[in-house]
């Protein structure tokens, strides 16, 4: 009964999210640009209503693999990400990102990823941008034997095309980033091989247009058989609202079991304004 119960109020606040949110009129008359790179518009220019967030915000119901520790399948996970100018082309961006275990008794958090950083921001005109080069930190504020952190440097240059007539599969524009970054090392907590499972880049892929958002990430391990891929995907039903799908697999989709491995797939809502 308390299962159902949590499942009900799950699908009540989304149902709110939807209603408070969602606004009059069709999508395509009048919405509003919510491209991560609006405040450099090359990306999109000459288009105003892109769906390319910079990290979603949403909210999800999950099942797939157990659980490392509490052996459970299903799980709530929201990410919550703000960026802000500083002074351009100065960034700063903000990314929370929890697991909430609805199926134990108490329905604990099992971890959160706080995750701050600073960056440039240089979108120069040329189809190959310079894009960002940032530091960051990431961790999940626990003490102990649990305890997660690191600190990184990182450039992530992209490749952007924007298709000047018709669509690839339905998307406007196609982009690639590549990420990579080196570790600063310093105190290691629970977690001096991080590279290993999260190595030391990230490649994207991703596809969008006024409606649909379409991204697949990859990272490998330094180690031969560890690394992750996600798959993202955004459908977009009002100015400031989009059903959200996710499938993630290979290790590190919590900070705090970022050696262990899991198969998952989720769906629910995300912001897209």
């Given at each position: 009964m308390r299962l159902r119960s949590r499942y009900l109020i799950f699908a009540l606040l989304s149902l709110v999210a939807i209603a408070i949110t969602a606004e009059a009129g069709d999508i395509s008359n009048g919405a509003s640009a919510i491209s991560a790179n609006r405040d450099s518009s090359d990306d999109i220019k000459g288009k105003t209503s892109e769906l390319n967030p910079y990290k979603p915000t949403y909210i999800i119901l999950q099942a797939g693999t157990p659980d490392p520790r509490s052996k459970n399948i299903i799980f709530t996970k929201f990410q919550i990400n703000i960026k802000l100018p500083v002074a351009e082309p100065l960034f700063f961006a903000y990314t929370l990102k929890t697991l909430w275990d609805i199926t134990e008794d108490s329905a604990p958090f099992k971890d959160y990823s706080h995750n701050p950083e600073f960056f440039l921001d240089i979108d120069n005109s040329n189809v190959l941008k310079i894009g960002q080069i940032g530091v960051e930190h990431e961790s999940n504020g626990k003490s102990g034997e649990d305890s997660r952190s690191w600190n990184r440097v990182y450039w992530e240059p992209r490749?952007?095309?924007?298709?000047?007539?018709?669509?690839?599969?339905?998307?406007?524009?196609?982009?690639?980033?590549?990420?990579?970054?080196?570790?600063?090392?310093?105190?290691?907590?629970?977690?001096?091989?991080?590279?290993?499972?999260?190595?030391?880049?990230?490649?994207?892929?991703?596809?969008?247009?006024?409606?649909?958002?379409?991204?697949?990430?990859?990272?490998?391990?330094?180690?031969?058989?560890?690394?992750?891929?996600?798959?993202?995907?955004?459908?977009?039903?009002?100015?400031?609202?989009?059903?959200?799908?996710?499938?993630?697999?290979?290790?590190?989709?919590?900070?705090?079991?970022?050696?262990?491995?899991?198969?998952?797939?989720?769906?629910?809502?995300?912001?897209?304004?």
């Open positions: 490749f952007v095309y924007n298709r000047p007539a018709g669509k690839i599969l339905g998307f406007d524009t196609v982009a690639v980033h590549l990420k990579g970054w080196y570790k600063i090392e310093g105190d290691q907590s629970g977690n001096p091989d991080i590279l290993d499972y999260y190595g030391n880049g990230e490649l994207a892929i991703k596809l969008y247009s006024e409606r649909d958002y379409l991204a697949v990430k990859a990272r490998k391990g330094l180690k031969k058989a560890y690394g992750n891929i996600q798959v993202e995907f955004i459908h977009r039903i009002s100015e400031s609202l989009g059903i959200y799908a996710q499938f993630w697999d290979g290790y590190g989709e919590s900070l705090l079991d970022y050696n262990k491995g899991t198969t998952r797939y989720g769906i629910g809502f995300a912001l897209t304004k």
